[in-house]
């Protein structure tokens, strides 16, 4: 069974918080003389002598309405790589605990692991780029503290099995951290409905992609509330600056401009998807949940090379294992997608 006293470090379960002046009065008042601001103002016209709200609660109400998630179960993050960082500051012994990852996949996992001197167990990814579960299941010992499960999966673009993850919830006694920040790409189903089924279970997603905000850094984890106190705990007081969070605030008011973005740009995949197959340098296009595809081309070197000549920017991943031969390439406007197009074209000519 999961207990979160069994994986939290002894250092943080001890750890008594930084408390704030906003921590500390939260009522109603018209003199604030207790955070050393300037009481006089800043020099902009929209006034931001002020600290923000530690907690973000009116972007957190606002998520909950969007995403039927109670305000306590969400923190935020200054994007979701302060999400993962705080994992392993707040679960993972350095030189002690374990984390699994299972490549090809998101980076951030294993850098942030790295930095806070925490063993990496790679588990690789089935040629069909889905779950080894016996391999998972060889990899994990009493030091794993957490599985970090990315789907849709970058860079191949494809979901996990939701069964292989619902069988690692059930049976792994640490934490399970599913990386969303595509799935309003998807055709799969969110796990977010699930924190009340299984209590080991965080799940990330970002403003940064289908949001259009990868800007304003904000990143979202959603989990039960004990988990969430704990992201609370050790985060920076004011880990959201002001003007992020009214921007955010404004933004999660156009639901629907979002959505029509996330409709043009899976129509986009699919034209994109179909012009490329068409391509004798392209060998093989990777299913998409995402709103980038993973390409296998004859000459990845070339070819990037050619579309750099003409300032395009693809992702070349052909060194990456599983991933050989292969290009990454986002999703971009209508016209973007046929100035790609056409440049990959001349590069069939050129040769
Ligand atoms: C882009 C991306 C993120 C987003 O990170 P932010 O720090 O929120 O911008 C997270 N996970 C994966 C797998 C990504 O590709």
């Known amino acids: 069974m999961f207990n979160i006293n069994n994986i939290l470090r002894k250092n ?14 939260k009522g109603e008042a018209s003199v604030f003389l207790d955070a050393n601001e300037n009481s006089y103002g800043s020099p902009l016209s929209r006034s931001y002598n002020r600290y923000p709200d530690p907690l973000q609660w009116k972007i957190k109400k606002r998520l909950s309405e969007i995403k039927g998630v109670p305000p306590q179960n969400i923190f935020l993050g200054n994007g979701s790589d302060e999400a993962i960082d705080i994992l392993f500051r707040a679960f993972c012994n350095p030189g002690i605990d374990n ?30 780029y889905q779950l080894n579960m016996e391999g998972i299941a060889e990899a994990i010992d ?64 970002t403003l940064s992609k289908a949001w259009g905000l990868a800007g304003l850094r904000i990143g979202m984890a ?35 401009q979002v959505n029509n973005w996330i409709k043009e740009t899976v129509e986009e995949r699919g034209k994109l998807v179909a012009e490329l197959a068409q391509l004798p340098s392209v ?35 052909s060194k990456v294992e599983l991933c050989e031969g292969s290009l990454r390439i986002t999703i971009g406007t209508p016209e973007e997608n046929k100035i790609l197009l056409n440049a990959l074209k001349n590069f069939q000519e050129s040769r």
């Not at 943080?12 to 009065?25: G, H, N």
């Not at 998101?106 to 167990?121: F, K, L, P, T, W």
């Not at 004990?226 to 705990?233: A, L, P, R, S």
């Not at 296009?285 to 693809?314: C, E, M, W």
């Open 12 to 25: 943080i379960k001890e750890l008594v918080p930084y408390s704030s002046a906003r921590d500390e009065f």
């Open 99 to 128: 984390v699994i990852t299972l490549p090809p996949t998101y980076g951030m996992y294993e850098v942030s692991a790295n930095i806070n001197d925490v063993e990496v167990r790679k588990v690789i990814l089935r040629p069909d």
């Open 283 to 317: 060998l093989k296009i990777y299913p998409s949940d995402a709103n980038f595809i993973l390409v296998k081309t004859t000459n990845p070197r070339g070819i990037y090379g050619h579309l750099v000549d003409q300032g395009i920017i693809v992702r070349d991943r």
């Open 142 to 205: 009493d030091h794993t503290k957490i599985i970090f499960i990315c789907s849709p999966n970058n860079p191949t673009g494809n979901s996990i099995d939701r069964q292989d993850i619902e069988t690692i919830l059930t049976n792994f006694n640490g934490l399970v951290v599913i990386d969303e920040a595509y799935i309003n790409y998807s055709r799969q189903k969110t796990f977010i409905q699930e924190l009340t089924e299984y209590s080991n279970l965080i799940v990330l997603q």
């Open 222 to 256: 959603f989990a039960s509330e004990e988990i969430i106190e704990v992201f609370n705990k050790v985060k920076p007081p004011y880990n959201i600056n002001e003007a992020s969070q009214e921007l955010a605030l404004e933004a999660l008011q156009n639901v629907d």
